[in-house]
């Protein structure tokens, strides 16, 4: 009996002993090291030298947005037209994926001068009334080099009276609304991180519908409608100057080439109750300055 009771004894000892050979090394590890605890001030010293980074990397302007990175900026411009001084507010993003988008709201005081768009129309001898406008940019930033940036972009518009006006002492007037689809690229040049330079080049077609009310004709003093559809291109000249690593200052200059098809009514003459638009190509050129503030 002893021996039996021995020998059962034996068998769960080498059982025991196998399993406990088969286990695996343990997952648990004794480190000396104590873990690393960064206080609130700290975290946001952190966060302010990343966002100073970013910042110190874009140049104000479209086209320096940092890789990987969204820039927002916002702020107005003024440029001054042939036909009267215009501005505009904008805000606009360059996400991290390189997709960017613009919105602008202008207005524009309509001077009592001749729009060289439309030659063939005289210059207003009455005030004229107020022009607005609406502008939707969407393109994608592709980051070529390190100081050579594309941007292509498609470019909306909607205005009312920022193309043609006119009024007079005898009750002529001539009102217009116009849409713009209009592509175009930007093309930036890095030169160092407070001065960029940039051209910028779009173009398209714009609908111009006019709403008038003339003396002349066959059917003085009721309304007509015309149409003109006006082929535009626009050269931008610039740069981009940082005054502070949030805010830029950014003066150009634009070159504007129209062509005008009028249709039937749009191109008679006063006498026929037309508007007199000719398909005459014209050429103005735009200076302005922008303010931009960037985050």
Do not use: C
């Not at 952190?46 to 104000?60: P, T």
């Not at 940092?66 to 001084?85: F, M, N, V």
């Not at 059917?219 to 007509?224: D, F, H, K, V």
């Amino acid at each position: 009996m002893k021996k039996l009771l021995y020998l059962i004894a034996i068998f769960f000892i080498g059982k025991t002993y196998a399993v406990n050979t088969n286990l695996p090394p343990s997952t648990t590890i004794n480190s000396s090291e104590s873990d690393i605890i960064l206080t609130k001030e700290e975290i946001r010293a952190l966060k302010k030298l990343a966002e100073q980074q970013k910042i110190e990397s874009y140049s104000g302007d479209l086209g320096t947005a940092p890789i990987d990175k969204t820039i927002s900026s916002t702020g107005a411009a003024l440029e001054e037209t042939p036909s009267g001084p215009q501005v505009f507010a904008f805000f606009s993003q360059t996400l991290a994926n390189g997709l960017y988008y613009e919105g602008r709201l202008y207005t524009k005081y309509n001077m009592q001068s001749q729009n060289p768009a439309f030659p063939d129309v005289p210059a207003s001898s009455e005030n004229n009334p107020e022009g607005y406008k609406a502008v939707f940019k969407l393109g994608y930033n592709f980051h070529i080099t390190d100081d050579y940036d594309i941007t292509p972009y498609l470019r909306l518009e909607a205005g009312k009276n920022m193309s043609l006006v006119y009024a007079d002492t005898q009750g002529n007037y001539i009102n217009s609304t116009n849409y713009a689809i209009l592509p175009g690229f930007k093309q930036t040049f890095k030169l160092s991180d407070k001065f960029a330079p940039y051209i910028d080049i779009y173009g398209g077609l714009s609908q111009v519908s006019l709403t008038g009310n003339l003396t002349e004709g066959p059917t003085p003093n009721q309304t007509m409608n015309g149409s003109v559809q006006q082929y535009q291109l626009t050269t931008e000249l610039g740069f981009a100057y940082k005054i502070t690593p949030h805010q830029a200052i950014i003066p150009y200059m634009q070159f504007v080439y129209n062509s005008n098809n009028p249709d039937t009514i749009a191109a008679e003459p006063y006498s026929k109750g037309g508007f007199n638009i000719s398909e005459l190509s014209s050429s103005q050129q735009v200076y302005a300055i922008k303010y931009s503030y960037s985050w």
